[in-house]
């Protein structure tokens, strides 16, 4: 779904840590003690943006002065593995042997300043999350330190872990939304749906399509969920210029709360010299029904 690079810190050495079984000085252990339960939320606390996970984890496989790891970052276009699953990163006190972390590269204080950058790392990190739950057996829901602790599986977050010291993801973080896609990816309505697509388009309809999912989110939609009613409409001609016109005379027909998202797309249309192919279409499509009607 989602491209991911490794960037393990248990094959670099940071001086300020101690030399762990494996003969490398790293923040975290080879190996684990307890059976993954729970998947915990983080953010670094760095500034956002793409190739914001290399950099954090750049910093903790090399000067990073205390305990810092995680199994997992994302940012806004990349995943980041640093630790692997079975073994132990250095990220929340009393729940490390037993659990997965995973890294938003932003700051708390950011959620909800910027729906792009927002949307981009929280698609990334539930695609992760999912990817975990399905493997190891997790239900997709929120739970406490006292949960945790008992053995019950969820996704927590580090400040419900470590609530003394530690107030990340934040209070402004978008659980609700989270673990929506989290659930959507875990069942298969995004992943395999969103996969096929991607997979029957050329280079360029891809470059096309990245472009739209620019101007949609800078409109402040859910790009994903938007393209995800397109492919609804039209599943049998995926990655079609076709797909998008009609889609868009279906939206128009049913505009709830896609008005600006509309606006956006017909500003790319132009922009790309697609409304002549749009009216040509069009016009296509009257005739053959037109010549239906007579046939009938």
Known sequence: MFDETQFLL????????????????????????????????????????DGSARRVAGWQASTAPAPSSYHKLVDTGNIVQTVLDE????????????????SFSTRASLWGRNNRTDTAMLERGAWVAAQWCKKYDI????????????GVKGIITHAAVDPGRRSDPGPNFPMDRFLSMVKEYVDGKQ????????????????????????????????????????????????????????????????????GRALSALWREAGARGWLRDIEKFRENRNYETEELEETS
């Open 139 to 150: 239900p997709v829901r929120l739970i406490t330190n006292s949960q945790g602790r008992r």
């Open 191 to 258: 992943e395999d749906e969103w996969e096929v697509f991607w997979m029957s388009l050329s280079d360029s309809e891809k470059e096309v399509l990245k472009d739209f999912i620019s101007a949609i989110e800078e409109e402040g939609t859910n790009a994903r969920s938007f393209v995800r009613q397109l492919l609804t409409f039209h599943r049998e001609e995926r990655g079609k210029l076709q797909e998008f016109i009609e889609a868009i005379d279906y939206m128009n027909s049913s505009p709830r709360g896609q």
């Open 87 to 102: 073994q132990t990163a250095f990220h929340a006190v009393g729940f490390n042997s037993f659990s997965l972390g995973l």
């Open 10 to 49: 248990s094959q670099r050495n940071n001086p300020n840590s101690r030399v762990r079984s494996n003969g490398v000085r790293w923040w975290g252990y080879p190996s684990r003690t307890g059976q993954i339960t729970c998947i915990v939320l983080h953010t670094t606390e760095s500034n956002p943006g």
